[in-house]
């Protein structure tokens, strides 16, 4: 089955920096690469999501890197802010298997 | 709209008693899914639904059990609790024409 590896586990900034996550998956076959971002005491909440055809995607600070060659993808937050803190979980499937395999996570704190 | 949302948000066992979990949802979800969070871990697949009617066993199906009975509610049994059950469980769902799943807020178990 499909395993997603995540570093790293804990990532401190100061507030305005730059905090990038990595991933690596197993699975040639999977097709979609979703981030989440969990405070504490909620679900995780989707933040910005990837699919096999595309190499980049970017939503205001945040954006999304795909290497399939490499199976690896990076999650890229730029101007930080303090309420950027949260643990980040990537997170990989396929159409077929519908079901999501994630990453341990990642605590982020922004310092202000 | 709710979106997803699950009952209770805390309950505590003992060691062999049963109990179950509801997750609910009104955006007309045709999947829905039941993850356990443990630390360190990420979020690791339980069971999951295709439809009303229909379940599937994920990662870790031991010692659950699940119904949708109703497209709208996905049930999580635990008949005969252990403390090796004791985490934060998450239910998802998601729609047949998009790969995106969306979480409701947890319920944390704790089983003594």
């Known amino acids: 089955g499909e395993n997603v590896e995540q570093h790293p586990s804990t990532l401190s900034v100061q507030e305005g920096d730059s905090a990038v996550i990595k991933c690596t998956y197993s699975d040639s076959a999977s097709n979609y690469f979703p981030w989440y971002k969990q405070e504490l005491g909620k679900g995780p909440q989707l933040i910005i999501d990837?699919?096999?055809?595309?190499g980049e995607k970017k939503d205001q600070r945040i954006a999304v890197t795909l290497n399939k060659t490499a199976k690896h993808f990076s999650l890229h937050i730029t101007e930080t802010q303090p309420e950027d803190s949260a643990v980040y979980f990537c997170a990989a499937s396929n159409t077929g298997r519908r079901a999501l395999t994630f990453g341990s996570g990642t605590r982020l704190q922004v310092q202000p | 709209n709710a979106g997803v949302t699950q009952t209770p948000k805390f309950r505590v066992l003992k060691t062999g008693q049963s109990m179950t979990l509801l997750c609910a949802q009104d955006?007309?979800?045709?999947?829905m899914y039941w993850y356990r969070q443990d630390p360190g871990m990420g979020l690791r697949l339980i069971h999951y639904s295709v439809g009303e009617g229909t379940t599937a066993k994920g990662e870790v199906p031991d010692g659950y059990n699940v119904s949708r009975l109703k497209k709208q509610n996905f049930l999580l049994g635990l008949e005969s609790a252990a403390p090796s059950q004791t985490s934060v469980y998450f239910c998802a769902g998601g729609t047949s024409g998009e790969d995106t799943q969306y979480f409701g807020p947890g319920t944390r178990l704790t089983v003594l």
């Open positions: 990837i699919r096999s055809n595309v």
């Open positions: 955006m007309n979800h045709e999947y």
